[in-house]
């Protein structure tokens, strides 16, 4: 496994971050399984990956219980881990029960807590911005975690470049904890992120967590174009539809032809030029199982030169839109 540091800051992740999101019940391309959840969980560490992410909202906290199960199970060195969660989403029905006011980060704090069984998290993502809330009051919820020794860093996910650059000045102005990383999402074939908020992120430092780094599947190539998907989220979940788009299976050709070339999957491939961008810390792997988490970790042995990943970009111009997708 390699290894890089967060941000600016000095703690040290791998350079492939597991992502728990897959690990609930909610939806039915979900593992709904603990014991298969829990052996993808301990290989990850066996495979030297000491970053997990996971959010107070996948699945309601099963997410969080299930991670909490398989890292008391594992009983590793816990200064060796760097644990991630989020706040924003509903997590109960009627006032208070989503956002990110003061009164919502701090119980909901706690409860991460509680579920993954640690007395601390090494970072805090709020998941969304809250028109609803003053930035300034979540600042200081935040502050208070980090000062309470609840949570080490704070990141965040998902936003306009220009709320995000509000969110950084607000907390240069006020002395406030300032957000280390950006989760965004951000592959070969959603590349908007290289239009919003990517350049903020090299200007001021911050760390960048790629989400849906596979494009949800279609970057390992199992569909096909003259085929209806017939399984995981692209057959239950029309977040996926923006996937394929002409430009998406233009995309998706040369990564097929490329890894054949170099005799590696679509999947390793498609990581593998992520994990070339200087921006990218650690892209958010959300394997289902050991197979594919273990094919995930060899794009880490995959090289390219400037004129192979010229022809991986060449068949999209990034461009910004606010209103694509949402997860």
């Given amino acids: 496994m390699e290894y890089t540091t967060l941000g600016r800051t000095g703690l040290e992740v791998s ?66 881990l760097a644990v991630a969660t989020k706040v924003y989403g509903p997590m109960h029905d009627g006032p ?26 090494d970072l805090y993502q709020i998941h969304r911005w809250d028109d609803e809330t003053p930035i300034a009051e979540t600042l200081s919820a935040l502050d208070r975690l980090v000062e309470k020794g609840m949570v080490r860093y704070v990141g965040a996910s998902t936003m306009p470049a220009w709320k995000f650059s509000k969110a950084l000045y607000e907390a240069d102005l006020d002395n406030a904890e300032r957000f280390v990383s ?78 054949d070339e170099k005799g590696v999957t679509p999947a390793q491939l498609s990581l593998a030029w992520l994990l070339h961008k200087p921006l990218v810390d650690a892209p958010i792997v959300g394997p289902r199982t050991i197979d594919h988490l273990e094919d995930n970790v060899g794009a880490l042995e995959v090289d390219f030169t400037d004129s192979e990943i010229e022809r991986l970009e060449e068949p999209i111009t990034p461009v910004w839109n606010p209103d694509i997708g949402d997860v």
């Avoid at 492939?16 to 990850?44: K, T, Y």
């Fill in 182 to 259: 950006m989760q965004c999402e951000y592959n070969l074939v959603d590349r908007h992120e290289e239009a919003n908020v990517l350049p903020l992120c090299a200007d001021q430092g911050i760390g960048i967590l790629p989400w849906s780094p596979l494009a949800g599947g279609f970057l390992t190539g199992k569909y096909d174009r003259e085929e209806e998907p017939a399984e995981g989220r692209a057959a239950t979940n029309d977040f996926m539809d923006k996937r394929f788009a002409e430009d998406g299976w233009a995309v998706l050709e040369v990564v097929r032809e490329l890894a």
């Fill in 15 to 80: 350079r492939l971050c597991l992502g728990c999101m897959n690990f609930g019940s909610d939806e039915p391309w979900m593992v709904d399984d603990r014991e298969q959840s829990h052996a993808v969980i301990e290989r990850a560490l066996d495979l030297g990956i000491n970053f997990i992410d996971t959010a107070n909202v996948y699945s309601r906290g099963e997410s969080e219980a299930i991670l909490g199960e398989a890292l008391a199970d594992a009983d590793r060195d816990r200064s060796e």
């Fill in 96 to 121: 208070n029960g989503q956002g990110l006011s003061r009164k919502h980060v701090l119980e909901q704090a706690e409860a991460s807590l509680e579920r993954l069984g640690l007395d601390y998290v």
